[in-house]
């Protein structure tokens, strides 16, 4: 039986979604505290008990976090239209080639709202 192991990190970001009617609100630029969950899959390590160190994961993120957090997400390279689903995917599509036990990346912008990719 897999275990699945969640770690949660958090980004304050600014954005507007370029592709939106002006008169939307997220058209406008605005700021989140982005919440993301990284979901991984994976078979114990017996003989540490654990399936993979949190640490690790952690250290995995770094890099990823310094692109994002107290950046205008429109200027990250891929990130040009920064909906919740294409920030979603682009950390997933980097993360995994870290994480290969990585199942998916949720992320919350606000307290009521919720994107998993892969679902
Ligand atoms: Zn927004």
Redesign the pocket.
Known sequence: MKYELKQHFQIESA?F?PNLPSTH??ARM?G?SFKIVLTLLGDLDTKVGWVMDYNEISFAMKALLIEIDHRVLNEVPGLENPTSELLAKWIYDRMIKKIPILKNVTIA?TSATECRYPA
């Open positions: 954005r979604l609100p997220c605005h989140h912008e």
